[in-house]
């Protein structure tokens, strides 16, 4: 028996059986849907983070032909509710927007992908935002960018960005086999942003990247491709950030093929290495971190796969897209949503394809959950946030479909357990801590998270990390900082959010 079943949390003396539960309350948002012809079937993100300064979770929707929409966190003692706040100029053509502090000023700025060339909105307070694109030397093309993620290198005063390409529109022999290379976006100076661009190739259509410590415990980044789109030998990738080449084989790393559509990381046994989840057309692929830095494909039956709908009706394959782990019951075990949805019309695949909530047992093993708790929509998801909205320490869940409307999901489960938020203060380069390790621990429980930019599907959440805790009434909580300084132990009280600063 692998590992991640071997080694499976521990249940606390009196485990919490909560039975998730969410409310929609999609009418709390504006109508919104992700539009678009050909150049849209892919893409759809939603980012959750807090552009406003008021602790609540702001979020930005992609829109495709539809305009880029920022919705503004009012929620109250009444309810979730959400409103648009303005953008410096109308801007379409997006495929999704990831959060990250680009300047060092501790202020989210937003990085837009697009089917032409990106932009850069650089944040000012109470979710303003001023495009920096020209000023700040992003470079300019006409590429058709679909994934995105940023590190930090060494002692740099801004953070390197990595930049994911689908196909190329342009060649006349595509789409396919005409995979896009990706650019690096690597800065200049460390006066002030600036940036040049590097091409990296091959590039195999990609549609996730992330940067973030691998299974060897080394900085990496995974790039998820498309299948249906390979030039010849494609397949994923890792390249490996401190030696700037691409794994192989001979260096652990198997050659996998899969119709890549999102990825998702969390440690799910405590082992400070991340389990990793890929989304696909088909078989989801869970990949199982293992001692000696490998991975291992996870067993079938630990119910991850999710390959086909498990509602009546279509038996036909299943198309997952944004996948992200948490504990919507508070269990101190990680949860998973897998946002799924058809292409467009592909007649192959399931056209009532709904979405994934599985709830992971005190055995490691999942189990499908979204039809009793009330997310199983069939609509053209892509990308999703989970995130808590109201503030009640219940994670709930927002949802972004292709021509349909937007939906959103409070988490009204009952008997869950208890929670701690974990808030950090990086050093002045690094403002918001990306690529530290937090560590939670509660009576022989252990978890952790890292802090990333990237992943999910053309979007992902950059806030406080959520940890359930159970029946736990406080947590010990260490961090293991981007720069390797390992912090003290600090005590959280159950249901607090606590902030630990950098120590230097």
Request: hydrophobic residues 40%; negative net charge.
């Amino acid at each position: 028996m692998i590992r991640i079943l071997a080694l499976a949390l521990v249940a606390l003396a009196q485990p919490t059986l909560a039975q998730p539960l969410f409310q929609d309350v999609s009418r709390a948002l504006p109508k919104h849907q992700y539009t678009g012809g050909w150049e849209h079937f892919v893409g759809g993100g939603l980012s959750a983070f807090d552009c406003s300064g008021d602790g609540r979770p702001d979020m930005v929707a992609a829109g495709g032909s539809a305009p880029l929409l920022l919705l503004k966190n009012v929620s109250d003692k009444d309810g979730i509710a959400f409103e648009p706040a303005k953008l410096p100029t109308e801007i379409t053509q997006v495929t999704g927007a990831y959060p990250l502090d680009i300047d060092a000023d501790g202020v989210l700025d937003l990085y837009v992908m697009r089917v032409g060339p990106d932009k850069v909105l650089r944040g000012g307070a109470d979710c303003s935002f001023e495009d920096m694109t020209q000023r700040w030397g992003i470079p300019q093309s006409d590429q058709w960018t679909t994934s995105f993620t940023a590190w930090w290198n060494g002692d740099m005063a801004f953070p390197t960005m990595a930049v994911g390409h689908y196909v190329d529109r342009a060649d006349p022999l595509g789409p396919f086999g005409t995979c896009d290379s990706n650019t690096l976006l690597i800065p200049a100076t460390d006066e002030a942003p600036y940036y040049t661009a590097q091409v990296l190739t091959p590039g195999f259509c990609a549609l996730s990247m992330l940067a973030a410590q691998d299974a060897r415990g080394q900085l990496s980044l995974r790039i998820s491709n498309d299948r249906h789109y390979y030039v010849s030998g494609g397949s994923e990738q890792l390249w490996d950030i401190e030696t700037r080449r691409f794994l192989a084989q001979e260096d652990g790393w198997p050659a996998v093929s899969l119709w890549g559509m999102g990825i998702a990381s969390r440690d799910l046994t405590g082992d400070q290495r991340d389990e990793v989840m890929l989304t696909s057309m088909g078989d989801q692929l869970m990949q199982i971190a293992q001692v000696d830095g490998t991975y291992k494909n996870a067993p079938y039956d630990i119910g991850t796969y999710a390959h086909s709908p498990y509602l009546k009706g279509d038996g036909r394959p299943s198309t997952g897209w944004h996948a992200a782990f948490a504990d919507v019951d508070n269990d101190a075990r990680a949860d998973l949503f897998i946002a799924k949805g058809n292409v467009d019309q592909m007649p192959s695949m399931a056209m009532l394809d709904p979405n994934n909530l599985l709830i992971q047992g005190a055995d490691g093993r999942f189990t499908e959950a979204g039809a009793t708790a009330g997310v199983a929509d069939t609509a053209r998801s892509r990308g999703a946030a989970l995130a808590d909205f109201d503030g009640d320490g219940l994670v709930d869940l927002a949802v972004v479909n292709r021509r349909a409307d937007m939906r959103l999901y409070r988490n009204v489960t009952s008997d869950a357990g208890h929670w701690v938020k974990v808030q950090l203060e990086g050093p002045e380069k690094n403002r918001f801590a990306i690529g530290a390790r937090v560590i939670v621990m509660t009576e022989g429980i252990r978890q952790s998270q890292q802090i990333t930019i990237g992943g999910g599907h053309a979007g992902a959440t950059l806030l406080p990390l959520h940890f359930g805790i159970d029946a736990a009434q406080q947590a010990t909580v260490q961090v293991k900082w981007p720069d390797g300084t390992l912090g003290t132990f600090v005590k959280a009280l159950a249901d607090t959010t606590i902030d630990i600063r950098y120590p230097h």
